[in-house]
Nanobody
Framework: QVQLVESGGGLVQPGGSLRLSCAVS???????????IGWFRQAPGKEREGVSC?????????YYTDSVKGRFIISRDNAKNTVYLQMNSLKPEDTAVYYC???????????????WGQGTQVTVSS
């Protein structure tokens, strides 16, 4: 059973930065050709949306939704079995609960992942 635990959320002023972490367990190795890890977010009254995702194979294919391109960076530390989302130049519209998720398949921004973390709140406000 794959388990994911997010951390790193909080309150930050517009223009600030946060780094979210997603600790992954239950995979034999984070270097899995079969899996993808994604970051999603859900703001109050809105649908959950894909923010960024990465394939766990050596090619590490990545995806970013248009609204975060150039500001967010997804990365991973295989030794720590952790995937990160570095969020820079944060805007109030980035406020949401952020979730990491895993799926046995290629990357996708769609909400079709098999395993989900509990979420971490990110609030961007002055």
């Amino acid at each position: 059973q794959v388990q994911l635990v997010e951390s790193g959320g909080g309150l930050v002023q517009p223009g600030g930065s946060l780094r979210l972490s997603c600790a992954v367990s239950g995979l034999r190795s984070l270097r899995s050709d079969d899996y993808a890890i994604g970051w999603f977010r859900q703001a109050p009254g809105k649908e959950r949306e894909g923010v960024s995702c990465m394939s766990m194979n050596e090619g590490s294919t990545t995806y970013y939704t248009d609204s975060v391109k150039g500001r967010f960076i997804i990365s991973r530390d295989n030794a720590k079995n952790t995937v990160y989302l570095q969020m820079n130049s944060l805007k109030p519209e980035d406020t949401a609960v952020y979730y990491c998720a895993a799926r046995n398949g290629p990357i996708s921004p769609r909400v079709i992942y098999d395993y989900w973390g509990q979420g971490t709140q990110v609030t961007v406000s002055s």
